[in-house]
């Protein structure tokens, strides 16, 4: 375990590693503590679109966790990065929150709300407004051939209690369904991601690692950015299904309470 311990960096995802709903996981406060006791770094990194950093920080905060926007990452921040790249401005039909609607705005995108318009990207987030007006328009739209893209492509969002919510991948798979059209995926599991991280903060990939509780987004994050990967067993990925599955974490844990010694 000593190669944990030279690493600086911990990308950490946060339903299912650092809390499930309302409910902080045990021991990842005193986790979090000893990272910073012990001079190093992290960044809650999410694939939940619903919300913008204000609310993560908002909740962490609410949940005894102080922590600020600059250490908040979502798939809805990394998604208007790379739209930025691709086209400024960009005209956007979204299936989103309000929260992810107003973050690309502030960025500078045109939100388009009604059918018929000329745009240039559709954009399917986390949307827990989800109606089916706008499973049709942006059916559509990505029939008709415009870009289609999702800010991450988890099928639930786990809660407390071994509850789920249906996430992204659940809605994209109605999507394809209807269109035989799939979406680029900008966050977790693409090397994208990380990139963008290090990008904006400038660190450096090989001084981070990756702690989640999802084989398919975040294990498999390390692996496509070529980074140390995590596995904790407080979420949605349990003992069993990882016997089963050809993903393969470089360390495994229980939960992050079992870190707190390793790193």
């Known amino acids: 375990m000593d190669n944990l311990k030279e690493k600086n960096i911990y990308l950490l995802d946060m339903d299912g590693t650092i809390y499930l709903g309302d ?7 005193k986790f979090l503590e000893a990272i910073k006791k012990r001079g190093k770094r992290y960044i809650f990194l999410t694939n939940n679109s619903s919300k913008n950093k204000k609310t993560y ?38 299936l989103g ?7 690309f705005e502030r960025e ?11 745009i240039d990207y559709v954009v399917l987030g986390f949307d827990t407004t989800l109606t089916y007006e706008k499973l049709w328009a942006a059916c559509e739209y990505i029939s008709e051939g415009v870009e289609y893209i999702a800010t991450h ?4 969002c786990p809660l407390a209690n071994d509850k789920f919510m ?19 995926v900008i966050g977790k599991p693409n090397k994208e991601v990380v990139e963008s991280i290090s990008s904006k903060y400038g660190l450096s ?8 509780d999802r084989l398919y987004t975040d294990i498999k994050t390390g692996e496509n950015a070529g980074i140390v990967s995590v596995l904790v067993y407080s ?24 870190m707190i010694d390793y790193i």
Request: charged share 35%; no cysteine.
């Open 23 to 29: 409910e902080l996981i045990d021991g990842s406060k």
């Open 57 to 94: 920080v908002q909740k962490l905060n609410n949940l005894g966790i102080q922590a600020s926007e600059e250490e908040v990452f979502t798939s809805g921040e990394a998604t208007t990065i790379y739209l930025k790249k691709e086209k400024a401005g960009a005209k956007v039909y979204l």
């Open 97 to 103: 929150t309000k929260a992810l609607e107003e973050e």
């Open 108 to 118: 500078g995108f045109i939100v388009e709300k009604e059918r018929h318009k000329d």
């Open 153 to 156: 492509p988890d099928f639930n």
């Open 166 to 184: 249906p996430d992204t991948g659940a809605m994209a798979a109605f999507i394809e369904a209807s269109t035989r059209k799939t979406p680029k």
């Open 205 to 212: 990939k090989e001084d981070m690692v990756m702690v989640g």
């Open 235 to 258: 979420g949605e990925t349990k003992e069993e299904d990882y016997r089963d599955s050809e993903i393969r974490a470089d360390y495994v844990f229980n939960s992050v309470k079992d």
